[in-house]
């Protein structure tokens, strides 16, 4: 463990980590499942950095909300992801009083060589914040669970020549699987959502009306993300199951709009929109408005002549 500049410990290896939380050290020094709460002790720093993934399957957390008849949370418990260098602390823990049943750590070397080592990075929800998280029903609570014993078993009771391709195979169920209950969280969150949708479309409008595009210039993904108080991966992703696009289409399409509403009833010239749609190059905002409406800016407004 060291101590970085921003104050955040790191950890670079799982035994230093379990050291730290009173654990004994891991049966295998690339992965282990801690079965059971994890009491922090004193001594324990309260912000980290993990070299590893972290997916830990927490009981009761607080996520359960009613929006009419339309929105609903489960509270049997849910899992929560953390990738490489992901800063964990205090918002990691969101309720003092939550624990975690299962915390399974994979250091990246252990998917070394395996298709997964690549795959992995395209699981969104590893980017997902703690108020994000995948909250489980008592079907798909047993389902990530059963999961977990299978990893356990073989960590505790068989390690051979095999067990790396058992526990991998299982490891990459498991993220499918949360890959398809996250799809169903979209659904079942769908009213939420809407209106996630629309502050969104307020806040890009916001953005190009009051010409906050000439001094920032073109909307970024983050911006908007943190404007919402929702992480980026979660914004496309939930995009994504409403609209079929992720977020940076949706920026692209706002701009398209807004730049046809200039281009009809204004005699800006194609550059002078460009800059005030924030585009730093003229160039760029006309490959975009082609390969959107296959037709050059010019060519556009020559229809409204």
Known sequence: MKKEENNHYRFDSLSDALQVFGLPKPKHPLITLINGAITQINTSPSSHVLNFYKISYKSGLNGKLRYGQNYYDFDEGGLLFASPNQIIGNADESNPGECSLYTLLIHPDFLWNYPLAKKIK?????????????????????????????????????????????????IELLLNYANRFYNRQFITRKAVNNDLLQNLDETLNNYFDKELSLKQGLPTVQYLAETLNISPSYLSDMLRSLTGQNAQQHIHDKLIEKAKEKLSITNLSVTEIAYELGFEYPQSFSKLFKSKTNLSPLEFRKTFN
Request: cysteine-free.
């Open 122 to 170: 395209q699981y969104g929800f590893f980017s997902y914040s703690a108020n994000e998280a995948l909250h489980l029903s008592d079907n798909e609570k047993e389902t990530i669970i059963s999961i977990f014993k299978i990893i356990e078993e073989e960590l505790n009771s068989r390690i051979d020549d095999f067990s790396q391709d058992v526990i991998i195979s299982q």
